[in-house]
């Protein structure tokens, strides 16, 4: 599952601009005038853009409505059309619309551009209204932000207390602002946004769904092929978190792997050696106790860096959570996750004031560049789609305590920031309007899936995809030799080739198939990559997975 993001630059769009039919990057998609039947609009040099009006509640078809963005790149291949893939980034909260932006481009080079890729807002995120709002402006909330806790949960030294306070209040307002009858975190349901996809789908003339889904995109994925799996035509999960565990509001279970990955990123800087790692020491077990001397020691000694702007003091907090994000990207965030541990432990003022920033992400005040855009904005939608998703589970001192324990003896450095999302369900009150409990199966659908895991996932474990491929019949499962969340976090031509392929032409790979990677982090190429010549058409393509790769779905840790 996703559970961390990165902040965008905002840009000014207080104003809808329209010229000759394009909308440009200035406009707000969510000015867009709503439609009960998809309109296209062009927008953002060649793309269409439009925003589809359903029913809130689909049992009261004439009652309150929803009005879902979508941002299409349209296919180039007209002789060889073959429809359009959906894609959901994860979260729940990731906007579909701001994927498309920044990865859609590279998702048409791998699937082929005989494809429309679409990328849409599920209902309270983005450009998606109403939107699970439950600040002001998104300037108060990341000033709410800045009231946040310090300190590592833990359960002995009083943060929890803070923690669950926090979770409160923010709840509080929810409930108030969002969670009446018709209030959008009562019908934000994944259950509500599987058919919100279909009904995209038949307004775009297809039968079937052809779909890619990320993180939480996958639980989302199952509840569409156990709903409708007659509906089904392409369907890829990638990064797979078993959606019975997700209703259940079971968070343990994801941790399985993640300390995996963790040392992995220390055996792949020693590997890569001195000139490729900063942090790099004779053995792989040397680079995870230096790592961990840092990381204790800022602890103690937090870390003043008065040349940025705005001024930070690095804490351990900041650390661990570059270290978790570290986790999800290996390749891509593994050298920033060395350069600044370094930087840290030799107080490199220089260097500190460049990296920084990077870790501690912190809130900047830039009034002249108007509102963001509304897919740079993460709101409470998570909450409100999430916890309500899950069973009902109010805070309960031993159950937590419990299960603490069971995720940092998993995963010491980086569990506690995981734990958070816990107490956010725990403290969450309002209830959809009705849920889908399962079954998260199907004997039989009008195609088959096809299920993609890394070997090694921070947060959604190898034993959920087969879990999850186990239940659904004639399902094909692909198992890539990578750490990382989801199979974009490390580049793979075979991983490619084989979703491409099943795309074109509904192939599923070979049971038992696992492909491996050609690029490793620190290291660089991998194995026979480094040295075998590709064609034009595989350099195209793995250059296409290096870009993807930098857009892992993450999680945003309280």
Not at 173 to 190: N, Q
Not at 286 to 299: D, T, Y
Not at 431 to 450: I, K, M, N, Q
Request: net charge negative; proline share 7%.
């Amino acid at each position: 599952m996703e559970k961390l993001h990165g902040h965008s630059v905002g840009v000014n769009n207080s104003e809808a601009l329209h010229v000759g039919g394009l909308v440009h990057r200035t406009t707000n998609l969510a000015h867009l005038e709503p439609v009960t039947t998809i309109k296209w609009t062009s927008c953002y040099s060649g793309q269409k853009c439009a925003r589809l009006l359903l029913p809130l509640d689909y049992e009261v078809p004439d009652g309150p409505t929803t009005a879902i963005a979508l941002r299409m790149i349209p296919a180039t291949d007209k002789e060889n059309y073959r429809g359009t893939i959906l894609i959901n980034p994860g979260g729940p909260g990731g906007s579909g619309t701001g994927f498309i932006e920044r990865a859609g481009a590279n998702i048409s080079r791998i699937v082929g551009d005989s494809f429309d890729i679409l990328g849409f807002d599920p209902r309270g995120i983005g450009a998606s209204t109403p939107s699970a709002d439950c600040f002001d402006s998104d300037s108060q909330r990341q000033l709410w932000g800045l009231q946040g806790d310090h300190r590592v949960l833990n359960l002995t030294d009083g943060s929890l207390e803070v923690y669950r306070a926090r979770e409160k209040l923010v709840a509080a307002r929810c409930e108030e602002r969002i969670g009446g009858e018709w209030g959008i975190a009562r019908h934000a349901g994944t259950d509500n946004v599987a058919r919100d996809m279909l009904e995209i789908v038949q307004q775009l003339g297809q039968e079937k769904l052809q779909y890619w889904g990320f993180s939480y995109g996958t639980v989302l994925g199952q509840y569409f092929a156990s709903i409708f799996p007659d509906k089904v035509g392409r369907l890829v999960i990638d990064g797979v978190f078993d959606a019975y565990s997700y209703a259940a509001n079971i968070w343990d279970t994801s941790m399985l792997d993640t300390q995996a990955v963790i040392d992995a990123i220390f055996e792949f800087c020693h590997a890569a050696g001195p000139e490729k790692c900063t942090f790099w020491e004779p053995t792989a077990a040397q680079v995870k106790e230096r790592f961990l001397n840092v990381l204790h020691s800022v602890e103690a000694d937090p870390v003043p860096i008065p040349l940025t702007e705005p001024p930070i003091v690095l804490t351990r907090k900041h650390l661990a959570v570059q270290l978790f994000l570290a986790a999800y990207k290996p390749l891509a965030l593994g050298n920033l996750l060395a350069d600044t541990f370094h930087a840290v432990e030799t107080r490199n003022n220089t260097a500190l004031a460049a990296l920084g920033p990077r870790a501690a992400n912190p809130t900047t005040c830039n009034c002249a560049a108007g509102p963001p855009q509304p897919s740079d904005v993460r709101n409470e939608a998570f909450a409100a789609i999430e916890c309500a998703d899950g069973d009902e589970t109010p805070f309960d001192p031993a159950a937590f305590a419990a299960f603490f324990e069971t995720v940092v003896r998993r995963a010491p450095e980086v569990a506690p920031l995981w734990a958070g999302s816990y107490l956010q369900c725990a403290e969450w009150r309002v209830r959809p309007r009705r849920r889908y409990t399962g079954p998260f199966a199907a004997d039989h659908t009008a195609h088959p899936l096809l299920v993609l895991s890394p070997r090694f996932d921070p947060v959604c474990p190898l034993a959920d995809a087969r879990a999850v491929h186990a239940r659904f019949g004639g399902a094909g499962l692909l198992v890539q030799e990578s750490y990382g969340h989801c199979s974009v976090a490390a580049p793979s031509l075979c991983t490619a080739k084989h979703v491409r392929a099943y795309f074109v032409n509904g192939t599923l790979p070979e049971p038992g198939t696992v492909c491996e990677v050609d690029e490793l982090p620190f290291v660089g190429k991998a194995g026979s990559s480094g040295v075998r010549a590709l064609s034009e058409e595989d350099e195209e393509l793995l250059d296409a997975l290096k870009g993807l790769s930098a857009e892992v779905p993450m999680f945003r840790f309280r």
